[in-house]
């Protein structure tokens, strides 16, 4: 059985940073590329950033380049979302995904698995 648990949410500040850890199990991790999205309330889940099974690509939605960096580690079975210079707008519920291949994916239907979310609130 597959679980993401993401952690590393929070409160804070305009200008400030975050760093969100998916921890995976259940599934041979390295084989997978990983992506976060997020979903404010009342809007449609987005993706903000996608790495490739090897981390050798990554790929960002224009509005998080070069604030947000995501990186893997295969040995730990962890992605991570480093988020700096946040801003209110980047308000939401934060899920790592696991991906159909080792590609990554803006689509969310071509993800197979979710973890539970973790809350980032960015005040102003």
């Known amino acids: 059985q597959v679980q993401l648990v993401e952690s590393g949410g929070g409160l804070v500040q305009a200008g400030g940073s975050l760093r969100l850890s998916c921890a995976a199990s259940?599934?041979?991790?390295?084989?997978?590329?990983m992506g976060w999205f997020r979903q404010a309330p009342g809007k449609e889940r987005e993706s903000v950033a996608g790495i490739s099974w090897s981390g050798a690509r990554t790929d960002y939605t224009d509005s998080v380049k070069g604030r947000f960096t995501i990186s893997r580690d295969n040995v730990k079975n962890t992605v991570y979302l480093q988020m700096n210079s946040l801003k209110p707008e980047d308000t939401a519920v934060y899920y790592c995904?696991?991906?159909?291949?080792?590609?990554?994916?803006?689509?969310?239907?071509?993800?197979?698995?979710w973890g539970q979310g973790t809350q980032v609130t960015v005040s102003s």
């Open positions: 259940g599934r041979t991790f390295s084989n997978y590329a």
């Open positions: 995904a696991m991906g159909q291949s080792r590609l990554p994916s803006v689509i969310t239907t071509r993800h197979d698995y």
